[in-house]
C-alpha cells in the first residue's frame, strides 16, 4: 500500500502548535473524504524522532490527490515512504502570491493563519464541487473579515473573494495595507474605494481590488478580485448577486474584546448569526458550503447546528471535538461546516 509522509510546518503561534498535528490529521480526513482520495488511511507517525501525518492508500496518487496534501494547512513538505528512506516529492501547489500577504500583519486578536486556511479546506472538502479550490474557481465570501486574513489567505491562493465588515477603522486599515503590499511588490492592479449606496441610501464605505500575479498574467487575463464592503452583515440585501459564492468562511464573535472590535465581538453570536444567516444563506450556490470558527464559551454547537438547520443548511456530521483546540482560558474554540443541498 503506498505511503505518503506529511512534515508539519512550525506554528509560530505556540498554543497553536501544541495542537497542530492531531488538527492537522482530522483536517486532512476531511479533505480525503470531500476529495475521495483512493481508501485514503490517515494517522501521525514518528520517523527517526520527528513526527509526520502519514497517508496510506490503495493506489498511486494522482496529480489532483497530490494537491490536495500540498493545500493542508499546515503541509510544509512531502514525502514518500520506499522502505527506510523518504523520498521527496515535489508539492503541488497553487501560491501565485508572495508568502507575505498572510504573514506580514501583526495586530492583537489577529487569527492564527494555520486556522484559517484550516477552515477554508474544510468547508471547501464539504461543497458538492470542493475541486474549484484546486483550479482558482471557488469563490470565497467572509463576512466578518476584520483586517483581512480570510481575504489574503484567499488572494494567496488564486481566488476571488469578498469580504464584509461594519468596523471602518479594520476596512481602513485593510485598505491601506493591501494597496502597499501591491505596490511594493510591483504587481500590476487597481484598488477603488467608494461610497456604497442603493437607492439613494448610503450603505458604507467599499474597496475593489483587481491584481494580477506577473505581467504575463495580466496580459493574459488571470487577475484575481478582492472586494471589502464595509457595511452591516445583517443589512446586505441588494449588494451582493444571490447563489454567487461557492462557501462562507467566519470567525463568529468570541465573547471577548480585541482593539478595536469592542462593541461587535462583545455582542452574541447566536444572536448575531440568528439576523445574518438568512442573508448570508442566499448569497451560497446550492452545493455550496458554510463554516463558522467560534468560541464554545459563548455558543454551544447544539444552538450553532440548530440555528443552521433552521436557515436550509444540512450540518456536515464528523468525529465529536476533532478540531476543538484552546487557544487561551477564555477562548475554547472548535468550528462548525454545514452544506447547502437545495
Not at 498574467?217 to 487577475?223: P, Q, S
Request: glycine share 6%; hydrophobic share 40%.
Amino acid at each position: 500500500m503506498p505511503e505518503h509522509l506529511i512534515l508539519l510546518a512550525p506554528s509560530a503561534n505556540r498554543v497553536y502548535a501544541a495542537d497542530a498535528p492531531r488538527l492537522a490529521e482530522a483536517e486532512l480526513r476531511a479533505m480525503a473524504t470531500g476529495f475521495e482520495l483512493p481508501d485514503a488511511d490517515v494517522s501521525a507517525t514518528q520517523v527517526a524522532g520527528v513526527d509526520y501525518l502519514a497517508l496510506r492508500t490503495s493506489d498511486v496518487l494522482t496529480e489532483s490527490a497530490l494537491r490536495v496534501l500540498s493545500d493542508l494547512s499546515a503541509t510544509h513538505a512531502i514525502f514518500r515512504r520506499e522502505d527506510d528512506l523518504l523520498a521527496p516529492v515535489p508539492a503541488q501547489r497553487r501560491a501565485p502570491y508572495p508568502s507575505d500577504l498572510v504573514t506580514i500583519q501583526k495586530y492583537q486578536g489577529k487569527t492564527n493563519e494555520q486556522w484559517t486556511r484550516l477552515l477554508l479546506n474544510v468547508t471547501a472538502a464539504a461543497t458538492r464541487a470542493p475541486g474549484r479550490l484546486l483550479d482558482g474557481t471557488l469563490k470565497v465570501l467572509d463576512p466578518l473579515c476584520g483586517r483581512g486574513t480570510t481575504l489574503n489567505i484567499a488572494l494567496s491562493l488564486g481566488l476571488d473573494v469578498t469580504g464584509i465588515d461594519l468596523d471602518s477603522k479594520d476596512f481602513q486599515a485593510y485598505s491601506a495595507f493591501i494597496k502597499t503590499w501591491m505596490r511594493q511588490h510591483r504587481l500590476k492592479h487597481t484598488a477603488d474605494e467608494s461610497n456604497l449606496r442603493t437607492n439613494g441610501r448610503a450603505r458604507g464605505k467599499q474597496l475593489r481590488v483587481e491584481v494580477a500575479s506577473s505581467k504575463d498574467a495580466h496580459k493574459d487575463g488571470d487577475t484575481q478580485r478582492v472586494t471589502y464592503l464595509s457595511t452591516d452583515t445583517t443589512d446586505i440585501d441588494g449588494l451582493l448577486k444571490p447563489r454567487t459564492v461557492d462557501v462562507i468562511v467566519t470567525d463568529t464573535p468570541y465573547g471577548v474584546q480585541h482593539g478595536s472590535h469592542g462593541d461587535r465581538l462583545a455582542r452574541s453570536p447566536l444572536e448575531l448569526l440568528g439576523r445574518a444567516l438568512p442573508q448570508w444563506q442566499r448569497l451560497l450556490r446550492t452545493g455550496g458550503a458554510i463554516g463558522l470558527s467560534y468560541n464554545r464559551h459563548v455558543a454551544p454547537r447544539d444552538e450553532l447546528a440548530a440555528l443552521l438547520s433552521d436557515n436550509g443548511l444540512t450540518p456536515v456530521d464528523g468525529p465529536a471535538d476533532e478540531f476543538r483546540h484552546r487557544v487561551d482560558a477564555s477562548i475554547d474554540r472548535d468550528l462548525v461546516v454545514a452544506r447547502k443541498d437545495a
